[in-house]
């Protein structure tokens, strides 16, 4: 209960963090090259980076960057993969054999990589960034819902539904994806903590948000040249980094452990029976 | 069992079939022209048509597949734009260094992780599981472009132990290992824990402690070996993690692998280079999958009967 608390005050503040940077936004772009490199003043809470841009307002944007692209990317992967899952699961047969096979073709694929690829070609900016991530993450919402999906097909509310002629995707979105939700919803918490990390990845490699604009990957990557004189350039987004995704991760464990027990209490009135 | 193997490699063919496929349309999926993209609005139409050429886009889609293919299959992979080396012989530089940092780091996060999992499944929810456990997710939440400059920050400009970076001698692995190794070793952990859990619940060790075998036994005998199965597959996909590790460890640590001149080729739009990166690594990936799912039917012939 503690940690579900935590980890749900952590995300809450990053959130209001960004919703604030939104209403009020940060100053970026403001150089001040006799602040260069200053470590935390009361003036500049957090210290400035090597070109004197303030550390806080930086760090105020990159977490609307962060989260922007974390949830724009889960959406999109989650709609995408619950649609192809499901017409796997609930169509079967050839169908559902070439989507399976195409969903190997992705699994036997090292992700990320693409991704870098994708992003790389695509160019930068934050718009390709979504794309390169969400071509490669919907899969595992695809498997997750074509084998849930699957064995709904026959639960006996959703054979009297289809004997009542219910058309198909209603079937599916009012009878079956309500039954399914909280695992695709664990899925989607790691898959939010990942693609977290991932935008900052490629910040950091050069290839995701570009500067002048700030991400937390790209403030990483600024101060790992500076790290000898002025470590807070690393320090102050390293931790909002890890906070943010050690959040999220640890939310998906409580919620996925809360979901196994309930999973486990279920089949254990079934035997009874 | 072999036609398990054969079926095995057969998906794993058209698996590097699908991601060669990928690789060259990976060239037309850039909106508007390659060629404008790499020179450039301003450059001379010469130069265009050079390069145009150069790439063999002046030629019907088709012929441009077949010329990639009949020199993938004679193992010319192509020049570097920017530099004209063959793209063959820079991958023969760039692959020995990338195993000289992977294969250490992938031990580092392979032994103390699989002894760490099973530490913290038999304790279970007692305090040393709790603590590992917070690790692990610390871990978990430093990811390589973080844990890398801190621990620059610490053993080279703290300490003054370690170098900051390059690769010229073995002392210089030292760090990117780490780097690349701990966040693994924190999924294998978590992976480890999970796996024995499981197998804790099952009625054979029930039936083992009641004929009073020791805990020493019950562990090496029962535990392990019905852990390690299920660990073999899950692990080989961690092949992959290990891979775009390497990718952000070498940038962050200037190591001259395939990783960094993906990034590398990128930024300079070297597209060559960018495929055959790819290509390689996923290939590699593809191979070692195949491998530990064949090991994993050679040793559960529940598997491969099964499947």
Redesign the interface.
């Known amino acids: 209960m503690t940690r579900q608390a935590l980890s749900i005050g952590i995300i809450v503040f990053w959130l209001l963090i960004a919703i604030a940077g939104i209403l009020q936004p940060p100053d970026i772009t403001h150089i001040d090259l006799q602040g260069m490199l200053q470590a935390p003043t009361t003036e500049h809470l957090l210290g400035q980076d090597d070109l004197g841009r303030s550390q806080l307002a930086r760090l105020v944007y990159g977490a609307r960057i962060s989260l922007l692209v974390a949830v724009a990317v889960t959406l999109a992967t989650a709609i995408l993969g619950i649609f192809i899952g499901a017409i796997a699961g609930w169509v079967g047969g050839a169908v559902d054999h070439l989507l399976l096979r195409l969903i190997d073709v992705f699994m036997a694929f090292p992700g990320i990589l693409l991704a870098m690829a994708l992003a790389g070609i695509l160019g930068p900016g934050i718009s390709n960034l979504i794309i390169a991530l969400s071509v490669v993450g919907w899969v595992s919402f695809a498997r997750l819902t074509r084998a849930q999906v699957f064995a709904m097909k026959n639960r006996e509310h959703v054979l009297a539904a289809r004997s009542m002629g219910v058309l198909p995707h209603v079937i599916v979105l009012r009878h079956v994806l309500p039954l399914i939700s909280a695992p695709l919803i664990v899925e989607a918490t790691y898959a939010m903590a990942s693609v977290i990390i991932a935008e900052a990845g490629l910040s950091f490699l050069g290839i995701g948000i570009q500067p002048p604009e700030a991400s937390w990957g790209l403030m990483i990557r600024d101060g790992s040249r500076y790290l000898l004189i002025a470590p807070h350039m690393v320090l102050v987004p390293g931790l909002a980094l890890a906070s943010l995704v050690f959040a999220v991760n640890s939310l998906g464990d409580v919620l996925r452990d809360r979901n196994d027990s309930k999973m486990k209490h279920r089949t254990t009135l079934h035997n009874k029976k | 069992m072999l036609s398990f193997v054969l079926r095995r490699f057969f998906?794993?063919l058209?698996?590097v079939f699908?991601?060669v496929m990928?690789v060259f349309f990976?060239?037309h999926?850039?909106?508007g022209d390659p060629v404008d993209?790499m020179l450039g609005e301003s450059a001379s139409s010469a130069d265009r048509r050079a390069l145009t050429r150069a790439l063999g886009l002046d030629l019907p889609l088709y012929q441009q597949l077949q010329a990639f293919l009949s020199g993938l299959l004679k193992l010319d992979l192509g020049n570097s734009l920017h530099s004209g080396i063959a793209v063959s012989e820079i991958l023969y530089q760039r692959i020995p260094q990338t195993l000289w940092l992977a294969i250490p780091a992938f031990l580092l996060a392979l032994i103390p992780g699989i002894a760490l999992g099973l530490l913290a499944a038999l304790k279970h929810n007692r305090r040393t599981d709790r603590v590992l456990q917070m690790m692990a997710?610390?871990g978990?939440?430093?990811?390589?472009?973080?844990l890398?400059?801190?621990l620059?920050?610490l053993f080279s400009?703290m300490l003054g132990w370690l170098p900051v970076s390059g690769n010229a001698s073995a002392v210089h692995v030292i760090l990117p290992a780490l780097t690349l190794g701990l966040s693994m070793m924190a999924i294998i952990m978590r992976m480890t824990r999970s796996t024995v859990l499981e197998v804790l619940g099952e009625d054979y060790i029930r039936t083992a402690i009641a004929k009073g075998a020791g805990t020493g036994r019950v562990v090496y005998q029962h535990v392990l070996a019905n852990t390690w199965i299920p660990l073999m597959t899950v692990m080989g996909a961690q092949?992959?993690?290990l891979?775009?590790g390497a990718?952000?460890t070498e940038?962050?640590f200037d190591w001259p692998g395939l990783g960094s001149l993906?990034?590398e080729s990128?930024?300079k739009r070297d597209?060559p280079i960018?495929q055959m990166t790819?290509l390689v690594?996923?290939i590699f990936?593809?191979l070692v999958?195949t491998l530990t799912d064949i090991a994993y039917a050679w040793v559960d012939p529940r598997i491969r009967l099964h499947d």
Request: hydrophobic share 65%; no cysteine; net charge neutral.
């Open positions: 998906s794993a058209l698996v699908s991601v990928l990976l060239i999926l850039i909106p993209v997710m610390s978990l939440a430093i990811p390589n472009f973080l890398g400059p801190l620059v920050l400009i092949i992959g993690a891979l775009s990718v952000v940038t962050v993906l990034i990128i930024q597209y960018v790819v690594m996923s990936y593809v999958n």
